[in-house]
């Protein structure tokens, strides 16, 4: 499983919903994008909260916005869910400071946990559904919030996806079907039920440990294997308290037990939990074959991009021709989806287009203009091998409305990512043999992490031949105008002292520039010369402004 550090997954969370950004005083409309651009070299509220908790950067991307779902017309939520998974919490809550420190992160942010609430609603209910059944204890019921921030979409750059933040190697161990059309991932029925099977392997794999359980679903059970072997080698306590771990891993488990504490006992920390109805709201129907998701979500009278939030595991504009056959349909919905998909002929499932094959067409390249693959043409056209002929005619399925319309398809989001300004100007390079992130990002002068999420990949993702990456370029502009600016709506600064983790990449001159202090204060606060390097990993204390964290 990918490392996950929550102080940055948590503040992406709270920059998604909307938080206060620096640029949000600054009155000129025009001026806005400019201000917005110059301003992401400076340290924000999200740098400045990841350094006031000394931690290390998650990588956890929420590339959609949330939507509200429509799940059921007689709505009452007298019988909570978070008082059934109150009832049943049972791990001890070790009082230490690693589990205080994550905790109090979490009872000073009341948004992140409205926020996260919202987005667990349609799926809640199911998941303890299954942890019960399942037998495993309640707690799990907690840990998408500590993966993903209850978000389906949720990728890392460990290559790790979906609520449950399962990397491929380990969803396909667990169940997962992942090929162009689909990825179970991200499905929140099959990511669910494969993570049940994950806990309750590891929790046998470790002689019924839960904590060690947890701590090898973070890290992998050979890196937490090895860690017991070792403190049992020297004759050392062998419990999660006790390994060497992580960081990562060292406060994974405290943030769960963390989140436990607070809904065992929300009163006690001035919290509130968002109400969640204890019941089923959300079917997953039997849908037989392959149909397109438009389609569907008339069928179902539900606005497309709901379907496609309830159904985040189908990559394109149709459901996978080889199955999964079944689409997550809210309860009040599904009579009306079941009565209209009765009445659908099999071909009326997908629209069709006839195509004539040209000189110089391939099964692959009539594929990729259709947006579709290769297998779904041959089986429709009772092809057996690759060859083609000129002049002959194939059926193609194609989507029913524009590709765009399915805004939350694989394409589209990578698009709407590749598109979002991240600098003044935008490169496009096109993937020749050799190529990878780090290469590239050198030649263009570029983080090469933030090249890969640029383009909704993992750093250590493999390039295609051909492919197109969007780098994006900023101005060196100076921004002491902008600065003033940004001050101007402060009463006054508040200054605080931090502890920042050097990461790959950093020179004494981007951090003095990203915190607004200077080279010569950084080597007075910690006795160091600009001449040396930094090195990843290296701890240094700044005294920065964080009025815009608070």
């Known amino acids: 499983m990918k490392y996950i550090s929550f102080s940055l997954s948590a503040a992406i969370a709270l920059v998604g919903c909307q938080s206060t950004t620096p640029n949000q005083g600054l009155s ?8 917005t651009l110059l301003l992401e070299n400076i340290a924000s509220p999200v740098d400045i909260s990841q350094a006031l908790l000394a931690d290390e950067t998650a990588d956890v991307i929420h590339p959609v916005n949330d939507v509200e779902i429509s799940l059921s017309e007689d709505v009452n939520v007298s019988d909570d869910v978070w008082q059934r998974i109150r009832e049943q919490l049972t791990f001890p809550i070790e009082q230490n400071r690693r589990v ?23 799926y809640m209910h199911f998941i303890v559904e299954e942890l019960e059944a399942a037998n495993i204890p309640l707690e799990m019921a907690l840990l998408p919030i500590v993966e993903s921030a209850f978000d389906p979409f949720a990728y890392s750059h460990g290559r790790a996806s979906g609520m449950w933040q399962f990397v491929p190697g380990t969803g396909t161990r667990f169940g997962m079907k992942q090929n162009w059309w689909y990825d179970g991932r991200r499905d929140v029925i099959a990511s669910t ?18 904590l060690l359980a947890l701590a090898a679903y973070n ?15 020297r004759n050392m306590p062998t419990d999660f308290w006790s390994l060497d771990l992580p960081k990562e891993t060292r406060a994974y488990v405290p ?4 989140l436990a504490d607070l809904v065992k006992r929300p009163a006690d920390f001035n919290i509130k939990f968002f109400e969640i109805e204890n019941k089923s709201v959300i079917t997953p129907v039997d ?8 389609k569907a979500a008339e069928l179902a009278d539900l606005p497309l991009e709901e379907l496609q939030h309830l159904n985040p595991g189908y990559n394109r504009w149709a459901t996978d021709p080889k199955g999964p056959h079944y689409l997550v349909i809210p309860n009040h919905k599904v009579e009306k989806f079941k009565a209209g998909l009765s009445k659908l002929s099999k071909e009326d499932r997908l629209a069709w287009q006839r195509y004539q094959i040209k000189n110089g067409d391939s099964l692959g390249r009539i594929a990729k203009k259709f947006n579709t693959d290769i297998g779904v043409i041959k089986q429709v056209n009772n092809i057996r091998g690759n060859n083609i002929r000129a002049g002959k005619h194939l059926l193609i399925p194609v989507a029913a409305k524009s590709l765009d319309t399915y805004i939350l398809s694989q394409d589209q989001r990578l698009a709407k990512k590749q598109n979002t300004p991240r600098g003044n100007e935008k490169i496009i390079h096109t993937v020749v043999s050799g190529d990878n992130f780090w290469d590239i990002s050198r030649t263009y002068g ?5 090249l890969a999420k640029w383009n909704g990949m993992a750093p250590r993702d493999t390039l295609k031949l051909g492919q197109k990456l969007v780098i994006w370029k900023k101005a060196k502009i100076a921004k002491d105008s902008l600065l003033s600016a940004q001050m101007s709506h402060n009463d006054q600064a508040i200054m605080r002292n931090i502890t920042y983790k050097v990461r790959r990449g950093d020179s004494f001159a981007r951090i003095a520039d990203k915190f607004n202090v200077s080279i010569k204060d950084i080597e007075r606060w910690n006795r160091l010369n600009r001449k040396k ?10 005294s920065i402004d964080v009025t815009n964290a608070i």
């Not at 205080?100 to 349609?122: E, F, G, I, S």
């Not at 390097?533 to 700044?542: A, E, R, S, V």
């Open 28 to 35: 000129a409309n025009n001026n806005q994008a400019t201000n």
């Open 100 to 122: 205080v420190v994550q905790r109090n992160w979490y009872a000073k942010n009341q948004n992140y946990l409205d926020r996260v609430a919202k987005r667990a609603k349609p």
């Open 193 to 210: 039920k494969g993570a049940i099977k994950y806990l309750k392997y590891l929790h046998k794999f470790f002689d019924g440990d839960w």
């Open 219 to 233: 890290s992998g059970e050979g890196r937490v294997q090895r860690a017991v072997k070792n403190n049992a080698r």
């Open 255 to 258: 943030k769960l037990l963390a």
């Open 287 to 294: 849908i037989g074959s392959q149909i397109d998701l438009a």
């Open 446 to 450: 570029v983080n090469y992490r933030q």
């Open 533 to 542: 390097y930094l090195q990843p990993g290296q701890m240094l204390k700044l």
